[in-house]
């Protein structure tokens, strides 16, 4: 059986055979059929010789029999089903893979290029929201540091200058009852001339007005009384209690106003109203 399967599949004519059986049935020659399909002798030969890998691609060479069977006028439908059919496109379908990678890559080089982009406008705006909310403090800051020094010459010295204020106002009193007690027994005028003094220096004593502050956390503040005269300046930690008196109003500047409870003249004050993390520049009383 196996032998006469092999006979019969050898006795089968191939494509070739079959295209040369009908060209010499028509009587037409190589030259004669090659003129009207454009090709040389040699590739209608070799299309005969089913030398199909000399003439290029399958697919060309089932051109070349489809035209070749219409100058014949025979069905090219059945000599074109005998041919083999074409190899799987292997390269092109790597080729494919390899262009999405690029895309894809290309799409996340984009992305990646906007997100850092992103990133970069949001730390510029916070360093600057940060650095202009923060440069009034760090130029006051620079300032206490220098004036750290003078201070606490300024508080070392305060006991010492109260001394002598109050040994004054002592010599003062004395000197004045003195001279009292001197005009009562010359002349009863006297009297009346002393009495515009004492009433002026209780006038100075009701004019004078004292602020406590309690400081909850550290804070800078510097404070200047009616006259224009500087009576606190500096950072002040945290517990300190720090008690100043003189003429209003005052001129007042804190670092951290929420840190800092504020009394005048036994009154609290509020000023829970100024922005926080920001100086707070105000004159006391507050003005309603």
């Not at 032998?3 to 059986?21: A, F």
């Not at 000599?79 to 074409?86: D, G, T, Y």
């Not at 390269?91 to 970069?120: G, W």
């Not at 730390?123 to 206490?144: H, V």
């Amino acid at each position: 059986m196996n032998e006469e399967n092999t006979q019969t599949q050898s006795e089968q004519p191939t494509v070739g055979q079959i295209l040369k059986n009908h060209r010499e049935q028509a009587n037409v020659s190589i030259a004669t059929i090659a003129a009207p399909l454009k090709l040389s002798e040699l590739q209608i030969k070799r299309l005969e010789n089913d030398e199909f890998a000399l003439l290029g691609p399958i697919t060309f060479v089932k051109g070349y029999i489809k035209n070749y069977c219409r100058e014949l006028k025979v069905d090219s439908a059945p000599i074109l089903a005998m041919m083999p059919a074409p190899p799987e496109p292997t390269k092109p379908a790597n080729m494919q893979s390899f262009s999405r990678r690029t895309e894809k890559e290309a799409s996340d080089s984009r992305l990646m290029f906007f997100s850092y982009l992103i990133l970069a406008i949001v730390i510029g705006s916070s360093a600057l929201w940060f650095w202009q909310n923060a440069t009034p403090i760090e130029e006051q800051t620079s300032k206490i540091n220098v004036a750290n020094s003078i201070m606490s010459e300024r508080q070392a010295a305060q006991p010492s200058i109260l001394q002598q204020q109050q040994q004054a106002e002592i010599n003062d009193e004395s000197l004045l009852e003195s001279k009292d007690t001197l005009e009562t027994s010359t002349s009863p005028e006297a009297v009346t001339e002393t009495a515009p003094i004492t009433s002026n220096n209780e006038s100075q004593e009701d004019a004078s007005s004292t602020i406590v502050m309690n400081f909850n956390g550290e804070s800078w503040v510097e404070i200047y009384d009616g006259e224009g005269e500087k009576i606190a300046f500096g950072v002040k930690k945290a517990g300190y209690i720090m008690t100043v008196s003189g003429t209003p109003p005052f001129s007042v500047v804190l670092g951290k106003h929420d840190a800092v409870d504020i009394t005048l003249n036994g009154e609290p004050v509020d000023v829970s109203a100024f922005p926080k993390n920001r100086l707070a520049k105000f004159t006391l009383p507050l003005a309603e």
